[in-house]
Structures are given as C-alpha cells and as structure tokens.
C-alpha cells in the first residue's frame, strides 16, 4: 500500500482530470461534448505509447536496482526520456496532418469535425508535457517513491481544472479552450518531474546524458510495445464503437463518451494498483523472492476487486446522478441510465485481469497482455457489439462489454498460468 496507494490516489486525480473537462465541455453545448468523445481515440494514443514507453523503463530500472545494477539503471532513465522525446516528434506531425483525416471518417457533420480537430490537433501538436511527465513519473516510482509521482500529477490536474472554465467560458474558447487547459496542465507536469528525477538519489539522469542506449532500446520495448499496443487497441476500439454507434445517434456517441469518463473513476485507481505492483514484483523477480511475488499479487487482486466492486454498485444505484454532471438530456437520462448498468457487470471481472498483468509485464512477458487485450477488445468486443448492436439494438452494444471482459480474464489466466510454471515457479529461495 505504501507503494500503491499515492499512485491510486494519483491516477483517480487523472481521472478527475478527464472528467472535469467533458463536464465543463458538457455544459458549453452538447455538440462540443459529441466532439470531445470523437477526439478521443487520438488523445488516447498519446496516453498508449506515452505509458507504454514509461511502463517499459519502470520495470526495466526496477529490476536493474534489484539486481544492483545502479549504472544500467541510469542509463534505462536516461533512454526512457530520449524516447519520449523522439515519440513527441512524431506525434507533432499527426497533428498538423493525419488529424482531419482521421476523424472525418466517422462524420459529414462540419460543426462537430471543426471541433473535433480542433481539440485533437492542439492535444497532439503540444504533447510533449504528456511523453516527458510521464516518464519522470515511472522513473521516480521505479526508485520506491511514489509520493512525488502523485504531486506531480496532482499538480497537473489541479491546474488543468482551474483553466478549464477560464478558457472554455471567460474566454469563450469551447473545445479549443479544453485542450490548451489540457496542455497547460501536462506541461506543469512535466517542469514538476524533471526537477524530482534530478533530486532523486537512487537514478542520476542529467539533462545533457539524455540519449539513447542502443540495447536497452530494445529492452525497454520488449516489455513496453506490448502496453503501446494494448491501449492503441483501446483506440481502436473507441474509434470502432463510435462508428457503430452514431449509426444509432449522436447522442450514443455522447453516452458512450460519458460512461468512457466515469468508468475511469473506478479503473483509474486499480490502474494506480498496478503500477505499484510492478516495480515491486520486477525488483523480487530480479532478487528471486517468489513468495514475495504471489503475496503482492494475492494482496492486489483483494484490493482491486473491492474497488470495482464499489464502482459497479455505483453505477447501478445512482446512473442519474452521474449523468447529471454532464448537463444530460432526457434522451440521454434515458438511454445512459441502461448502458452504465448492463456495462457496469464487467467491472469485477477486469479487476482480475488487470491485476494479473502486473506479473506479465514485471517479468518482462508483456507480449501476453497485448495479446489478451486484442483478444478482449478487437476479436470479441468489437464483432459483438455490431452483431449484437444490430440483432438487439443499442443495449446489445453495452452487453458485449461484459462478454469481452469475461473472455479477457479468461486469456490472462491461461497466461499466468504459463508465466508462473516457466518464469514463478523455477525461482529458488535465498538460503
């Protein structure tokens, strides 16, 4: 808990962070809030190779500081910030470019594509805040602080939530005025991590030494590609629902990008879970403590569990209140009120699931939670929500979320079950 609970307390300020601006956007027209949910899927994408990159460094300095390697460890940081840059790079281009592209084929409405690329284009050109904050983060929590990591964060949303409304009414600037808060906010961010990387005493990384160590490139990816393409596969399967579901309306666009915000609430904090379970479980795989590898995981999935078993009663009980937040509709009470029940039942399920992963990616077999991922959202979530959609109407779309989490946390137990017999189970002992 010492490890974790700042960075559940951390990721439920994101989550805060991301609701805050749909509310916000919600009550400045419902057609910027349509908008916000359609860029979405290209936000998210930084978020994907952002953590992926930074998942790969944590559990690569974790295991290095574990096997005494300090030097080696420098050097993961060292190349974890050089990568973050290079990807910025990247992303700048996207976003000048493939923007417009990309969203005007979910709609000819030109209103709601402005507004669309606007808030995406301004996301993408100026992410450099989002790459860098977030590998400082994992940086720092890959050395046991995860207090510093949860200022950070904290810091960042807390001004991102005082600009917001500056921005979006004050100046009458709607999405755009989300996103340049949004910016702001990351960049705040970014200034805090650097500082704490620099006074952290376990990892000495100089702004100057920032450059890439050609093997541990491919270390690093080796366990982040697959975290890149599991929520590149979230991307996917947003931009996949969206098409699927402004055949029904745009207001199950906006529904869908409502219960996208609040689901976080619940997510976020397991997410927090994990990200203190996997320094703690690479630095004991690096040490060869296996006992002190299944006690962390028993102890999380006890504790995730709980957490989602809180939200999924939340959801059940108090829908109304929580599309209230978002100035809703009748039309949207009506329809939202049943989609957060039915998509509510997956929530315990994914618990276990996301849990389990911790031990895939602390011992460097991450490719098996981007498979259970594809898995989960392409294979089976995506075809069951247009058959299901079409055979059923829209509350079949919502059923096929608890088909596709069933079917996930039945992949990752196939999984651990390989990881604990060929890399868990060998480990001896210390005398």
Not at 33 to 50: C, D, E, G, H, K
Not at 60 to 65: C, G, N
Not at 131 to 155: K, N
Request: with cysteine; net charge positive; aromatic share 12%.
């Amino acid at each position: 808990m010492r490890m974790s609970l700042p960075m559940m307390l951390s990721m439920l300020v994101q989550a805060l962070y991301n609701v805050v601006d749909s509310i916000f956007v919600a009550r400045y027209s419902e057609v910027a809030l349509t908008a916000v949910s359609l860029a979405f899927p290209l936000q998210n994408l930084i978020i994907a190779f952002a953590v992926g990159t930074a998942v790969g460094v944590n559990s690569i300095l974790a295991r290095r500081l574990g096997e005494g390697r300090t030097e080696d460890a420098d050097a993961a940081a060292s190349t974890g910030l050089f990568l973050s840059l290079i990807t910025y790079v990247v992303f700048l281009f996207a976003g000048l470019f493939l923007s417009r592209p990309f969203l005007a084929a979910f709609t000819d409405d030109a209103q709601l594509l402005d507004l669309s690329v606007q808030y995406a284009a301004i996301c993408m050109c100026f992410s450099l805040g989002c790459f860098v904050d977030i590998t400082c983060e994992r940086i720092i929590q890959a050395t046991g602080d995860s207090f510093h990591p949860m200022l950070i964060q904290g810091a960042g949303a807390v001004t991102n939530i005082i600009l917001d409304p500056i921005f979006i009414f004050t100046f009458d600037m709607g999405v755009a005025g989300a996103a340049i808060a949004t910016v702001i906010g990351q960049w705040v961010a970014m200034f805090m991590g650097l500082y704490y990387v620099r006074k952290n005493k376990y990892v000495t990384v100089r702004l100057r030494q920032i450059r890439p160590h050609a093997g541990l490139v491919k270390d690093i990816y080796v366990v982040g590609a697959p975290t890149i393409v599991m929520n590149s596969v979230s991307t996917v399967l947003v931009s996949v629902l969206n098409g699927i579901l402004i055949r029904f309306s745009t207001i199950a666009v906006s529904v869908f990008g409502i219960y996208y915000k609040l689901q976080s609430f619940v997510f976020m904090p397991v997410f927090g879970l994990n990200n203190g379970l996997i320094p703690i479980i690479a630095f004991n795989y690096g040490a060869r403590q296996k006992k002190r590898m299944m006690s962390t995981l028993k102890y999380g999935a006890v504790i995730a569990v709980l957490i989602m078993a809180v939200g999924t009663l939340v959801f059940q009980f108090f829908p109304d209140l929580l599309l209230s937040f978002f100035n809703a509709s009748d039309e949207m009470y009506a329809m939202g009120r049943t989609a957060l029940r039915i998509i509510s039942f997956c929530f315990i399920p994914a618990a276990f699931s996301i849990i389990i992963t911790a031990s895939f990616q602390a011992t460097g077999f991450g490719i098996a939670s981007m498979i259970v991922s594809i898995i989960r959202q392409l294979v089976v979530l995506c075809p069951c929500a247009y058959m299901l959609g079409a055979l059923v109407g829209i509350d079949g779309v919502w059923s096929s979320f608890i088909i596709a989490e069933g079917a996930g946390l039945l992949g990752s137990l196939i999984f651990f079950r390989y990881v604990y017999k060929k890399k868990i189970k060998p480990i001896g002992e210390p005398a």
